[in-house]
């Protein structure tokens, strides 16, 4: 039987339904073989009897039976072949390890599949993979990596491969799903394909976010440590500054007190001088008074009349009645010292600005970012929306923080800061100097934020541009961003802000708009000409357009 077996053909062995060797193998009414489980699944999947090979069809069902002759043939040659593979290649595999898919045909203890075929929906190892890669008709079966639960490839409904991709509704289908056959549906190697390409370029974008990720962080420590560089300057100039200050007050109190004391002892000497001369003027004018008093207890008459003539002469005495030891400096020298105080103090803070708009200037240096976090830290603002501007279409929160539009116009008064016929309204606090910034939640399709100067025209129609006093930027229809410059400028951004901040520079002439989730810089009115007072500026879309909320500024270190 061995030998019968050698001189036939491999192919002979083979049920052409399964493409393996032949499991209780039987014969049609046109002499066909194939496996009875094949043939019997083929007729009940098709309802109709019909010959795989010959498409003979008949009437009724034929009654199967096991071609002995064959079985035996056939499991003859099945044991030839395990057994000449198994003496050459079994020694070199290993079993199957848990996380491993096994070999559905290993008897006992199974090997790990080297390859699943999809047709056959088995995985093989090595020995029984063989007859794929050496059978002509089974080396057109689709081989992969091994995988499990093979069954799971399978249409659930239609037993059937699962070989094509609904792009419409994003499934795996087969053949015979007809629900879509008017859907967009392509093979699924065509789908596999498309989407590896996706995958690969997904993975370079986002190869390519984590390498810019990683550079900012590195960006970031670089300008943490120019920052603690640049802080430690300023604190050093800032200390030798006031340093300065502090030894120049110190310096002028010190010759202050001296000049004070030496006009105080000057005054002291010159008292000593005056007290001197009354002193002396007292006893000469006391030895008059005694000689006086002698005389007129007299009364010899001729003494009388010869010595008074010499006593009655008024003694040589100074007219003290305008003079006095006040100095009369205090005031003047004191004066004097502050003067030169306020001179040098000037001197020092000029040189102290000086180095602030060095600071001023390397702001403009920094990353976006940073540069942001620190506007957010040093120029945060409380904005609150005055009411008295408000359209009266607007409706404004209690706390001042939130405008939409409502429905119905309110009896407001016509006053003439009121807009009365674009729905806008202005911020309460208005700034002429330094640098400002607030944040603005946006969230709806439709509204402009910025800044406007107080002289703006109210009523009527109006023409946002910074020629009319408006420094503003707009969204309309949800995805068409403007700065509203002269001339307007289409802003293409790469995702939607739901937070706009908006910051000013008086003195520099700088008005900048940036997305606060984002960290990054949207748009800039530079070289404007501020001469006035600048509000916050507001409008928000119509009718049900989400409301603009003007949030607290957080920031961090």
């Known amino acids: 039987m061995a030998s019968a077996c050698s001189l036939l053909s491999e192919e002979q ?16 009414p046109c002499g066909h073989n194939f496996c009875k489980a094949c043939i019997t699944k083929c007729w009940d999947n098709n309802g109709k009897c019909e010959c795989p090979m010959c498409k003979k069809t008949f009437v009724n069902r034929p009654d199967l039976f096991v071609n002995t002759f064959i079985s035996e043939m056939a499991a003859q040659f ?82 059937k491969m699962l070989e094509l991709f609904c792009r419409t509704d994003q499934l795996c289908v087969c053949v015979m799903c007809t629900e879509h056959k008017t859907h967009d549906t392509v093979p699924l190697e065509e789908e596999y394909k498309e989407m590896k390409a996706q995958l690969e370029k997904k993975k370079s974008e986002v190869q390519k976010m984590i390498q810019e990720r990683q550079e900012k962080v590195e960006e970031m420590k670089a300008s943490v440590q120019l920052n603690k560089k640049d802080t430690d300057e300023e604190l050093a100039k800032t200390a030798e500054v006031f340093t300065a200050l502090v030894a120049s007050i110190q310096r002028q109190q010190a010759e ?41 207890l007299t009364e010899d008459q001729l003494q009388l009349l010869q010595s008074f003539p010499s006593v009655s002469s008024s003694p040589r005495t100074k007219n003290w009645s305008g ?23 000037t001197k020092e803070m000029k040189t102290l600005l ?4 060095k600071t001023k200037e390397d702001l403009q240096k920094l990353p976006e970012d940073v540069r942001l976090k620190r506007i957010q830290q040093l120029y945060a603002v409380d904005v609150t929306l005055d009411p008295n501007t408000a359209h009266p279409y607007l409706v404004l929160s209690e706390d001042g923080k939130h405008v939409r539009c409502g429905n119905t116009r309110q009896d407001l008064p016509d006053n003439p800061e009121r807009f009365d016929h674009c729905i806008n309204v202005l911020g309460k606090e208005g700034f002429s100097s330094g640098r400002f910034y607030f944040e603005v939640q946006v969230k709806g ?27 503003v930027m707009w969204l309309r229809d949800g995805n068409n961003y403007k700065a509203l410059d002269d001339p307007r400028v289409p802003l293409s951004l790469s995702q939607k802000p ?47 357009a989400a409301p603009l909320i003007i949030t607290p500024v957080k920031h961090t270190q």
């Open 78 to 159: 099945r044991k030839s072949v395990d057994v000449k593979a198994a003496s050459s290649s079994i020694q070199q595999q290993k079993p199957v390890k848990p996380v491993e898919v096994p070999c559905d045909f290993c008897p006992g203890t199974k090997l790990k599949a080297l390859k699943s075929c999809l047709v056959c929906l088995t995985s093989y190892c090595e020995t029984h993979l063989e007859p794929h890669q050496r059978v002509a008709a089974l080396k057109r079966h689709k081989l992969i990596d091994p995988v499990e639960n093979l069954e799971d490839r399978m249409c659930k409904k239609h037993d």
């Open 498 to 544: 739901e937070k706009v901040g908006v910051f000013v520079d008086y003195e520099e002439g700088l008005v900048s708009f940036y997305d606060v989730e984002a960290e990054t810089l949207i748009y800039s009115f530079s070289g404007c000409s501020f001469t006035e007072q600048i509000y916050p500026f507001f409008c928000p879309g119509l009718n049900k």
């Open 445 to 471: 399709d439709d509204w402009d934020v910025g800044v406007a100067r107080k002289s703006i025209n109210r009523k009527g129609n109006i023409s946002y541009s910074p020629m009319n006093g408006y420094w």
């Open 323 to 345: 003079i006095s030891v006040r100095t009369h400096l205090c005031v003047e020298t004191v004066r004097r010292a502050v003067l030169q105080l306020e001179e040098t103090t």
């Open 13 to 28: 062995f083979l049920c052409s339904i399964c493409l393996d060797v032949f499991t209780e193998p039987v014969s049609t």
């Open 256 to 296: 202050l007190m001296e000049v004070i004391e030496e006009r105080q002892r000057a005054a002291e000497k010159q008292a000593e001088g005056f007290i001197k001369e009354l002193e002396e003027e007292i006893t000469e004018l006391q030895r008059t008074s005694s000689e006086l008093e002698r005389l007129s």
């Open 354 to 357: 000086q180095h602030i708009e």
